[in-house]
Nanobody, 124 residues
Framework: VQLQASGGGLVQAGGSLKVSCALS????????MGWFRQAPGKEREFVAA????????SFADSVKIRFSISRDNSKNTVDLQMNSLKPEDTAVYYC??????????????????WGQGTQVTVSS
């Protein structure tokens, strides 16, 4: 299984950006999916997760209301829509696959596969 994240870039504070993750070498519906981020000098932190069917999601408190997560199992893609972005959202964003399809874990160790990350920079 390989994950490819894309869609990062530079955006002004208050703006929106969508990052996407494409899964290859497997079937997306076999996995719950998560997004994490890591800012320079900080540990990787949980952002959002979605179960295999997309019916249940979870978010970090810092992004609730502002971010949404969705998936299209027919296209093997997962999206993270980010609105009302703040400078503190600046980080490399990683998608990850959890072998437990109903999982919404915030623990990175529960995820078996990781993408390479995409940079999101929010200017003030």
């Amino acid at each position: 299984v390989q994950l490819q994240a894309s869609g990062g870039g530079l955006v002004q504070a208050g703006g929106s950006l969508k990052v996407s993750c494409a899964l290859s070498g497997g079937t997306l519906s076999s996995y719950a999916m998560g997004w994490f981020r890591q800012a320079p000098g900080k540990e990787r932190e949980f952002v959002a997760a979605i179960t295999w069917s997309g019916t249940m999601t979870s978010f970090a408190d810092s992004v609730k209301i502002r971010f949404s997560i969705s998936r299209d199992n027919s296209k093997n893609t997962v999206d993270l829509q980010m609105n009302s972005l703040k400078p503190e959202d600046t980080a490399v964003y990683y998608c990850a696959a959890n072998r437990h399809p109903y999982g919404r874990s915030s623990n990175p160790t529960d995820y078996s596969y990781w993408g390479q990350g995409t940079q999101v920079t929010v200017s003030s």
